[in-house]
């Protein structure tokens, strides 16, 4: 089994409309969503939502207004402004905590002199496995403000896998979050491959070098594609020569095509429709069969029992 991660420095690169690309074109993987605060691909690959799960992380403080006699040492002591002052019907003083700003550390619950907060864990959102015309999908949501990001980003990861070993798919594509940070690196540690998604502008230039940084750190091949190529040529070379100084494969390019957000409009991942840019985009995910994966061929795979113990990691 295999693992594809798709990511970009910033958002808007068009890495979600190539993993739904690549979803069509791989016949059978296993998609998992895992810009969970911010998911999207379920507005290309419409899928039906077979089994719902809630996510729990982290915990809130919750002021039990019967027991709350306003003496204010939570007010006093929160840092980050969530207790709030309040009056009953009856005018006694009470205390309130904003389950928004709440950060979940603790201290009011230890310090309340009346034992008067209870602390459970927080709903933070939800994931979810769907069918999809390309296959099994595992995608989430993130609730309003919510944390832990990460955590639940490796919960739609391990459940991907789950799935792909049980129904012996060869291949789970993952559409990563934009940056470096905590969801991104939940995403990559331990995939087989990164591709890395940038656009010939300076900001696309600068995340493209701290996302190689970051896979480089982890120590995992990783493959480049510039997207939108054509609209700043001498700095898409600039771009590719970066890359490469930094052991990155350049694996293609993407002309700019206006045809993509009909098919996004339409549902569609671009491949399904007749736009120039799909000779691009074939041409990328060949170069990835052919060249950054020659212990498996991804591309129309039909082996169902691998023997995983033969696949080596390309080397850098």
């Known amino acids: 089994m295999r693992e594809l991660v798709i990511i970009s420095g910033k958002g808007g690169t068009g890495k979600t409309s190539i993993t739904a690309s690549f979803a069509v074109l791989a016949k059978g993987s296993v998609m998992a969503d895992c810009d969970v605060d911010a998911a999207d691909m379920h507005l290309i690959l419409t899928p ?30 929160c840092r980050f402004g969530a ?15 904003d389950s928004v700003a709440c950060e979940g550390c603790g201290v009011c619950v230890r310090f309340c002199p009346e034992q008067a907060i209870d602390f459970p ?3 933070c959102g939800e994931w ?22 990460g955590k639940l980003v490796s919960t739609v990861r391990k459940e ?19 940056g470096i940070g905590c969801p991104v690196i939940a995403s990559l ?11 010939p502008t300076v900001s696309g230039e600068h995340d493209l070098h701290r996302v190689l940084s970051l896979a480089r750190h982890f120590d995992i091949p990783t ?4 997207n939108k190529w054509d609209i700043n040529p001498q700095m898409t070379e600039r771009i590719e020569a970066a890359a490469r100084q930094n052991g990155a ?9 206006p045809a993509v957000t009909g098919a996004q409009m339409d549902g569609k991942a671009v491949v399904e429709t007749v736009a120039p840019c799909v000779e691009d985009i074939k041409a990328l995910w060949q170069d990835l069969d052919n060249s950054l994966l020659p212990s498996w061929k991804i591309l129309g795979f039909t082996d169902k029992h691998p023997q995983s113990s033969s696949i080596r990691r390309p080397n850098r």
Request: glycine share 8%.
């Open 249 to 257: 494969r350049v694996a293609g390019r993407i002309r700019y095509d």
């Open 83 to 97: 207790v709030a002052p309040g009056r009953d019907v009856d005018d006694s003083p009470f205390y309130a905590v």
């Open 189 to 199: 540690t331990g995939a087989d491959l990164v591709l890395a998604i940038t656009e």
């Open 121 to 123: 864990e927080r709903l």
């Open 223 to 226: 493959a480049v594609c510039v």
């Open 128 to 149: 979810m496995v769907s069918e999809t015309r390309c296959g099994p999908m595992v995608h989430a949501r993130l609730g309003v403000a919510a944390e832990n990001s």
């Open 160 to 178: 991907a896998r789950r799935i792909a070993e049980e129904e012996h798919h060869g291949l789970i594509l993952i559409d990563g979050p934009p």
């Open 48 to 77: 039906r939502v077979q089994q719902r799960h809630p996510f729990w992380a982290g915990h809130e403080a919750v002021i039990r207004r019967q027991k709350c006699t306003g003496c204010g040492v939570c007010e006093t002591l």
